[in-house]
């Protein structure tokens, strides 16, 4: 899964909006909608944002999970 049907938010969104403003992806989700609805998309939401901003070597936007 690459998007959120219900929400219609490409996870990428997301993920560049986390990096640009270096808030958590979890705050942006909420706020864009993303995994609110039939919360299909959640495990496979938190997967692709975790693993691409450890990939960008931003893993603070991460929050407690990785602390
Ligand atoms: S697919 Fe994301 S909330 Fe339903």
Redesign the pocket.
Known sequence: ?Q?????E?FFEEIVGRSLQSGRDFRELMVEMG?????????GD?YAYCEDRLQESGLSSLLGAVSR
Do not use: N, S, Y
């Not at 998007?3 to 929400?7: E, Q, T, Y």
């Open positions: 899964m998007k959120c049907h219900c929400g938010v993303a995994g609110q609805i039939c919360t299909a998309c959640v939401l």
